[in-house]
């Protein structure tokens, strides 16, 4: 069984900062991408930011330059920094990875149970 947790949501006023990070434990064999989606009230997932096991990784233009995603492989964790962050920011992050628990088997998407965001002054 494998599980992503989130750390790290809170309350913090916009132009501020704030760092959310995420784990994945259990039977793990690969991790091949991970990142952040993101879930607004009223609105659907969107993709934040995801990093591939080469380190390469991929932003939604509404972040760009603003959030930075990073990896540390070896524990599975995958981090968020968001800087400059803007009311519109406000909504509950969801951790991401794409995982094999086996060799040559393929690999599955996995979901955290999120962790909320608010940017208000």
């Known amino acids: 069984q494998v599980q992503l947790v989130e750390s790290g949501g809170g309350l913090v006023q916009p132009g501020g900062s704030l760092n959310v990070s995420c784990v994945g434990s259990g039977t793990i064999f690969k991790v091949f991408t991970m990142g952040w989606y993101s879930q607004a009230p009223g609105k659907e997932r969107e993709l934040v930011a995801t990093?591939?096991?080469?380190?390469?990784?991929n932003y939604a233009d509404s972040v760009k330059g603003r959030f930075t995603i990073s990896r540390d492989s070896a524990n599975n964790a995958v981090n968020l920094q968001m800087n400059s962050l803007k009311p519109e920011d406000t909504a509950v992050y969801y951790c991401y990875a794409f995982i094999s628990v086996v060799p040559d088997v393929d690999g599955m998407d996995y979901w955290g149970k999120g962790t909320l965001v608010t940017v208000s002054s």
């Open positions: 990093i591939n096991s080469d380190g390469s990784t």
